[in-house]
C-alpha cells in the first residue's frame, strides 16, 4: 500500500502536460518506443492531436522501480482549458499530489494559477516544474521568481526539465515518491470509490474511471451508484496501461476501471460515489456519499440545425450517441420557423460547443448551423414561482415577471502591463465590476472582475486577445445568478414577431443591439412590391426602425406631355395600389438573413 502514489499534470493550454505524460511513459517502460509512433499518447482523439489540446482527461499507471522498491504510479492527465475545470476538479480529488507544469518562456498563466488554486483547496502536495528549458526564449530565472512571488513556492523546490528532450524527467518522478503521500488507509467494512470520469464503450457500455478510497472491488460483486440510485453487477475490473488491462480486483488507494453493462452515461455520473457493504443488501440501504458531488451545469446554449431538413433524423441519433460520452451535454427538441426542426444544446463553454459541433460534423457526417450562443436565466414570476430557461421564446409576458436573474462570473486575467488600461476599459463596456489588480512582477498584472456571462459569450475573448496582442490569458468560474434590468428584445419583419431572433438583453444595450440587427436585415431581404418595416421592440415600444422601399414601376413613363394633373392622378392610384398590397402582403425571411444575425463571430 506504501507504495502507491496518485497524482495528476495541472497547468495551462499549451505548457507541455501532454508532451510530460510522454516521457513518464518512456522512463517507466509502460511503453516501448516502438509503440510510440506519435506524440500525446495519451491524447486519444484525431481531433485532440490536430489541435494539440487536451479535452478528456486520461488515466495510466506506471511502474517503476526506485531505491531497490517498486512503486505504482496513477497518473491523471487533466485539460487545460477553463470549459473543462470541472473534470480537471474531479482528477484532483482523486489523488494526493499534483504537478504544477510552467512553461519556462511564457511564465505563469490565468489557467495556471485558477488549477494552482484548486489543487491547494483540495490539499494537494504539489511539485512545481518548469518546462521547455531547451527554447531560445526560455527564462528559468524570471519565472523561478515569478512562481515564488505568486504562489509562494520556494525557487529550491522547482525543477527545470524540458519535456520533449527528456531533460531531468527522472528527477520529476523521484520527486513524486519523496514528496506525494501514499493513499491513506481506512479500516472499515465499507467499500466506497470515487467516480472521476466515466465513458461510453461501444463493447463493454459503460466504464466507470474511479478512484477506491477503501475497500476491495472485483468481478461479481453488486454496487451501488449512491447519488443515481443505480444498482448494478461488476463485469470487469482493470488498470490503464494506457489501454484497458483487466484484473483480479482493485485495492483501497489504486485507480482503475469498474465495467458495469450499464447503457447510460447519466447513471454513472463524475463525481458519484459507489459504494458496497459486506453482508448488506445494496438495493435496501444506503452509505454516506463521498464530499464535493455536484451535478455539472451548462451555462451556454445554443440551437443547432441541419442545413438539410430531412437529416433532422441522423442529428437526433447523432446527439444520442454523443451524450452517451459526454455528460455535460444537455439537448430538447427546438423548431424554428426559419431553420426548421433542430435541437436546443447546452454546453459547458465556448470551446465545449465548438468541439462538440466539429465532433458531430466530422464523425457522423453532418453539415450542422449553429446560432448565437445564449446563457440561462432564472425567473420569479408574480406568483412566487421559479422558471429557469434558456430560449428568449420561454420568457413569460413582462405582468408576469417579477425580476430576472443571470449568471453572473468570476473572471482573472494575465497581462502585460502596457495593455492594463485596454482590457480594464474593455471590462467595463461589458459591465464588468472591479474588483482586484495585482502586481505578479514588474512585467504582468492579474485583473479580477466580475461579469455577466452574457457579456462574455460570443466575441469576449477574440477582443481580448485583440486588444493585447495575443498576449492575454484568461480564466473564469461562476459566482452566482444576480438581479439584472434584463428585457427581451424582438425583432418585427412587417409587423410580425420573428421568434429565431429574440433574445434576452440588458436594457442599456438594448436599443444599440436592436438598431445593428435591423440595418444587418435591410441589406439582406429582398425588396418586395410594398414598403417593409423592419422594427426592434421591448414589449411594446419600438426602440429602433429600418424600412426597406418598394419596388416602383414607372406608371408615367407613357405620358408624353399635357396638364401635370393627368401625371398625380396616375401616382395616387399606384400609392393606394401600394397600401393595399401592404395590408395583404406576405414577407419570406430567406435563411441567409437569419443565418447572418444568428451566426456566431458574424
Known sequence: MKNIRNFCIIAHIDHGKSTLADRFLEVTGTLSSREMKHGQMLDTMDIEQERGITIKLQPVRMDWNHGGKKYQLNLIDTPGHVDFSYEVSRSLAACEGAILV??????IQAQTLANCYMALENNLTIIPVLNKIDLPAAEPERRAIEIENALGISRDEIICISAKEGTNVEKVLERVIEKVPPPKIVDDDETKALIFDSVYDPYKGIVAYVRLMQGHLERGQKIKFLNTKAVTDIIEVGCFKPKYKALDGLDSGEVGYIVTGMKSVADSRVGDTIWRKEGVNVKESDGTPLPGYKRVTPFVYAGIFCTEGEDYPLLRDALEK???NDSALTFEPEHSGALGHGFRCGFLGLLHLDIVQERLEREYNLDLIVTAPSVSYEVLQSDGTELRISNPSELPEPNYVQEIREP???????VPKEYIGAVMKL???RRGLSKNVQYLDE???NVIYEIPLASIVVDFYDELKSISSGYASMSYEFLEFRVGDLVRLDILVHHERIDALSIIIHRSEAHYHGG???????????????EIPLQAAIGGKIIARET????RKDVTGYLYGGDVSRKNKLLDKQKKGKKRMKMFGKVEVPQKAFLAVLKKND
Open 102 to 107: 510552467v512553461d519556462a518562456s511564457q511564465g
Open 322 to 324: 454523443f451524450s452517451l
Open 408 to 414: 453572473w462570473m468570476k473572471v482573472e486575467i494575465l
Open 427 to 429: 471590462l467595463n463596456e
Open 443 to 445: 512585467q504582468r498584472v
Open 516 to 530: 445593428v440587427v435591423c440595418k444587418r436585415l435591410k441589406e439582406i431581404i429582398p425588396k418586395a412590391q410594398f
Open 548 to 551: 426597406i422601399g418598394s419596388f
